[in-house]
């Protein structure tokens, strides 16, 4: 069995490498050349809110506490990257 929290791993949308990633992650995925050189890889502050929406959709679905808490938690994080994008005004 694949392990699912591998790379590329997402809760939310498998075609998503970033699906449910922390802003610390995303960060961290751009590498060296920090936000200056790939902002376009940045999502909209909107398009983070709709995953926010879609992970506490998934949270209502889920069948245990657990994995309602992990989509909850996601949807959080979401959240926090889209005031983060919206702060920063990219």
Do not use: H, I, T
């Given at each position: 069995m694949e392990n699912p929290t591998g790379p590329g791993?997402?809760?939310l949308t498998p075609q998503s490498p970033m699906a449910g990633a922390s802003p610390g992650a995303l960060t961290a995925r751009l590498g060296p050349a920090g936000l200056t050189?790939?902002?376009?890889?940045i999502p909209k502050a909107e398009e983070c809110r709709r995953?926010?929406?879609e992970a506490e959709a998934m949270?209502?679905?889920a069948r245990d506490q657990a994995a309602r808490e992990i989509?909850?938690?996601?949807?959080e994080q979401?959240?926090?990257?889209?005031?983060?994008?919206?702060?920063?005004?990219w």
């Open positions: 791993y997402s809760p050189g790939r902002a376009s890889m995953k926010a929406k949270a209502e679905a989509y909850l938690e996601v949807a979401w959240r926090k990257l889209a005031d983060q994008v919206e702060k920063r005004g």
